[in-house]
């Protein structure tokens, strides 16, 4: 098991529907939906990019050079990049203080496990696959075959949104729990 870094962030929905992430660490994100699993990014440094949700909760980061790495979402708005080094905490839903909650007993990133890490690389093939067992699996619904509420959520915490409805969900805009890391 490993005790990964805990970086916590806000989100908060602008006027234009675009979302300005902000991180404890410093750096700032906007985030605009591209799709129902694509969101485009740039941030404050000078980097930008997509984040795509492909199946069994598997994140796609993809930077404007090519360079491609992926994330995990855990649920209760937390999600673990890399081999566990990093686990980002989305500290504005529901799922985000259900974390602080449990971070505020020492378990919100007590222990990550090998289980839960997102795969280093994947194939072309793999990644399609994921998307297929995704979108297979959905029926319409979300991205890992649940249910999604007017919340955007899923029951579990877990990061979800209404693809219906996009943005528009409630009050938080639509967006949930972490959509994408």
């Known amino acids: ?34 799709s129902s699993t694509v969101v485009r990014w740039h941030d404050n440094r000078g980097m930008s990019g997509t ?9 796609k980061r993809t930077y404007a050079d090519g360079t491609v790495i992926y994330g995990r979402d855990l649920g209760y708005g937390r999600t673990v990049w890399g081999q566990g080094e990093t686990v ?9 203080r259900m974390g602080v909650l449990l971070g505020g007993l020492g378990l919100a990133t007590l222990a990550v496990t090998a ?10 093939e ?9 979108q297979s ?10 249910e999604w509420g007017d919340d ?17 969900s409630d009050g938080d805009g639509g967006w949930s729990d972490d959509d994408f890391g």
């Open 1 to 34: 098991m490993n005790r990964p870094r805990e970086t916590p962030y806000r989100d908060e929905l602008l006027a234009d529907r675009t979302v300005h992430r902000r991180y404890e660490d410093g750096r700032e994100e906007w985030r605009r939906r591209d």
């Open 51 to 59: 984040d795509e949700l492909l199946g069994q909760r598997i994140i």
């Open 88 to 96: 980002m905490v989305n500290r504005t839903s529901f799922g985000g």
């Open 115 to 124: 289980a839960q890490f997102p795969p280093t690389a994947l194939s072309p």
């Open 126 to 134: 793999e990644e399609e696959e994921l998307r297929q067992q995704a």
């Open 137 to 146: 699996s959905s029926g319409g619904g979300g991205p890992d075959g649940g």
């Open 152 to 168: 955007g959520d899923t029951g579990d915490d877990g990061g979800g949104f209404d693809s219906d409805a996009g943005w528009d």
